[in-house]
């Protein structure tokens, strides 16, 4: 069988890109190494932040992406969840740059409230009264229970007629023949396609290495935690505090974001590039992150794969300063790895004319994927070279 379009890799790019050809009418075949999705996809917070990136492109992406998990929700109610995200600032400093972001927000039609610190205190009752001097709240962004949720999606998609989905494949080279592309597998088979859609995360050692190690692309690695589960601490939505605010693309649009006084903590904190991010998943355990480790994508045997003790301990110590939570116990702590492009964002390069890549997409992929591969696959049918197929808004 001959497919209209193959693609290599199903995290939340690999898979919204089958979503979107699928809806197309298109026949896809999308294949994976592993037996369940294991990469940044489902170690990471499940954050849906719109409010985070930057105002033009990529907010636009992340807003679009909103409505496309929203076509999803009835499918996986308990993991994909509308509560909002709420950043608070723990200086007047930082709650003037909640107000002007807020502005910018009334004025490009995206909902956000101001809350006082008494107000952020009634959603999340464990705040420490000293840290919070005011929040902003996006009511309608979403989280998702990541791995729940590529569980539900990888089994929605494998219910299509048209989809042959290949679990446990590796895929070892992707390559012009004479009828289409052929996709040669670790297992000895051969797919044979239209076009071929790479969307390989960090590991960009596999295929086409000349293009994907390059200086402009770098491999970041972070540390994550979860703690036992709490009965009856609530904190719903994505929690997003100080270093956030001095960390994350949108901010750095309001006018005053260069007055922000530096913080006063210790530079490792900036050096690791750590900032505080809480998630409450379902059985009430608290997922607390993250720091930031950077590694040359020219070598990925650079990458290390060790817990760093010192950057868990620089998070806890954050994390008590914003939440009192009765106990700090960690049930859990793991990496994860992604690649970054350096200066776009995303790396979309077409390798041969139906031969194409995306990915580097950074720490936006959960927020901004689904509205990104919706564009992708409208261009690949299109076909209109993949490399400028965002360029009007960058
Ligand atoms: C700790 C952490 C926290 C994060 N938090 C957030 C957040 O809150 N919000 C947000 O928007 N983003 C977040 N991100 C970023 C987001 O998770 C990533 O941008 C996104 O998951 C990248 O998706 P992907 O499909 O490119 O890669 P991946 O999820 O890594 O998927 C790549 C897939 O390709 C497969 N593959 C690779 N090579 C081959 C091959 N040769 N053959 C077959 N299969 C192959 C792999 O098996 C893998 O399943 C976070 C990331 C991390 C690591």
Redesign the pocket.
Known sequence: MKFDIAI???????SFAAYHALKSGKKVLL????TK?????V???????PSGMNLNLWRNLGRRSLELYGELTSLMPDALKQQGSLYVASCAEETSILEEMHEINCETDYTSKLLTPTQCRKRIAPLAQGYCHGGLLYPQEMSSESTLMMKYFWKHLDDEANLHFKKA???IAVEEVHSGIGVRCSTGEIHLSERALI?????LS??FPHLLQTKKMQLSK?Q?LRTQPFEKIKVPGNLLTALTIRRYEAFKSCPNYKNLPKPQIDPDYKKLGIHLLFRQSADGSLII??SHEYFSALDSGTLDYEIRQEINTLIMAEAKRILNLPHYNIARAWN???SQENNRGIFLKSAAEHIHLV?G???????T?PALMERVVKNIFEENPLEECLIDEY
């Open positions: 290599v890799g199903a995290g939340v790019l690999g294949i994976d190494a592993s999705s294991h990469g940044a996809t170690r990471n917070f499940g954050q849906i932040v494949t590796p895929v969307c390989c995360g960090h590991q596999h295929l972070l994550m992150g993250d994860g790895y992604y990915t997409i950074g720490g936006k992929g959960m927020t994927g």
